[in-house]
């Protein structure tokens, strides 16, 4: 059963200027303070682009900008902007893009391993990591291994400079810099009491000023397979109740 959503990955040169367009007026439509240089600057440092369309209409409805490096023997997927409108919160395509192309990296080269880097402005991007993939770092219920951490601080230093706070693991820009709109996605009570979003809300308290928790995800085989399939089991859920629910109109009138 096919989602509402589909999602491509394509290759950032590819990009033709109206997609561009549509892409800045997404996130100017979710964030405070967007300015279309800073939008381009950080879209041309991006091999990967995940578009996210309304599968009746078209509709560009989200995107995820996407860096690959090689780092010390190991690969480093960096996201960029990341975004999806409100009314389409909830699906799983992001998830089953990235998920592929992240499958697809490990089984280029199975041994080696591979990371994700993550900068969280908000606690629904912190949740994409920590509901998905177990070691992830930093997480409340998870103890990173030797090395892990000055891995991360090593590798954010040498790609973020001094705007990089290694001691609090959070990164501030320089100059203008983007939020998350009051109201998108806010941290109200019922969020607060969820155990990993409390936990985002103590290691960046900054979030609501633009400030990013800077986040390194251990990806595995087997954290992915399971990963995709909880992706795809939903996106097959969330069909059959809209299957479900236009069958019980279509009854109804």
Not at 24 to 41: I, P, T
Not at 47 to 75: C, I, K, M, P
Not at 192 to 203: D, L, M, Q, T, V
């Amino acid at each position: 059963m096919l989602s509402a959503m589909k999602g491509t990955t394509v290759r950032r040169e590819q990009l033709d200027a109206d997609t561009r367009a549509r892409m800045l007026a997404l996130m100017q439509c979710c964030y405070v303070g967007v300015s279309a240089e800073r939008f381009q600057e950080d879209l041309d440092a991006k091999q990967y682009v995940f578009l996210l369309h309304a599968r009746r209409t078209g509709e560009l409805v989200g995107f995820s900008t996407v860096r690959l490096a090689e780092e010390g023997g190991v690969e480093v997927l960096y996201s960029g902007d990341t975004v999806i409108h409100p009314d389409w919160w909830g699906h799983k395509t992001l998830q089953v893009v990235f998920g592929r192309l992240l499958l697809a990296r490990k089984l280029r080269r199975p041994w080696r391993p591979l990371y994700w880097l993550l900068l969280s402005g908000g606690y629904k991007t912190y949740l994409l990591a920590v509901n998905y993939f177990p070691r992830t770092h930093p997480r409340r219920d998870w103890a990173p291994p030797a090395g892990r951490s000055e891995f991360l601080h090593g590798l954010a230093t040498r790609w973020f400079g001094a705007q990089y706070d290694a001691g609090r693991g959070t990164l501030r820009f320089d100059g203008a810099h983007y939020r998350v709109r009051d109201g998108v996605s806010p941290i109200d009570r019922d969020a607060a009491g969820h155990p990993h979003i409390a936990y985002f809300a103590e290691r960046n308290p900054g979030h609501g000023d633009g400030e990013e928790l800077v986040c390194l995800v251990e990806i595995r085989g087997w954290d992915l397979l399971r990963a995709l399939g909880r992706s795809v089991w939903g996106q097959l859920r969330r069909g059959a109740r809209r299957e479900r629910d236009a069958s019980r109109i279509r009854v109804g009138t």
